[in-house]
């Protein structure tokens, strides 16, 4: 499966942005979908994840009440609506696909990653 990341951008603190993950190649429906970031001279870290049915999510404590992800899986796109967003969200986010499991934060679990998206958010 092939990962399209997009939706990234510069905010305000308090701001939102809406970020999408599209897939193609492979029913996107056999795929748990996680969100991760990472920031300049940082690890990567896991933000939120979704089951392939879409019915489970699972968030980061520092995101958890202000992200939100969800899959459309007529369209094969899987988002993740960021809310009230702070200066130490900013961040390259990044989607991947698990065909495996869903909800894993380890980012080795996940074998097909998108391209990164940028997220700027000034104070």
């Known amino acids: 499966v092939q990962l399209q990341a997009s939706g990234g951008g510069s905010v305000q603190a308090g701001g939102s942005l809406r970020l999408s993950c599209a897939a193609s190649?492979?029913?996107?429906?056999?795929?748990?979908v996680g969100w991760f970031r990472q920031a300049p001279g940082k690890e990567r870290e896991f933000v939120a994840g979704?089951?392939?049915?879409?019915?489970?999510?699972i968030y980061a404590d520092s995101v958890k009440g202000r992200f939100t992800i969800f899959r459309d899986r007529t369209e094969s796109t899987v988002y993740l609506q960021m809310d009230n967003l702070k200066p130490e969200d900013t961040a390259v986010y990044y989607c991947?696909?698990?065909?495996?499991?869903?909800?894993?934060?380890?980012?080795?679990?996940?074998?097909?990653w998108g391209q990164g998206t940028q997220v700027t958010v000034s104070s």
């Open positions: 190649g492979r029913p996107f429906r056999k795929f748990a």
């Open positions: 991947a696909a698990d065909q495996m499991r869903w909800g894993s934060i380890s980012r080795t679990n996940y074998d097909w």
């Open positions: 979704i089951s392939r049915s879409g019915d489970n999510a």
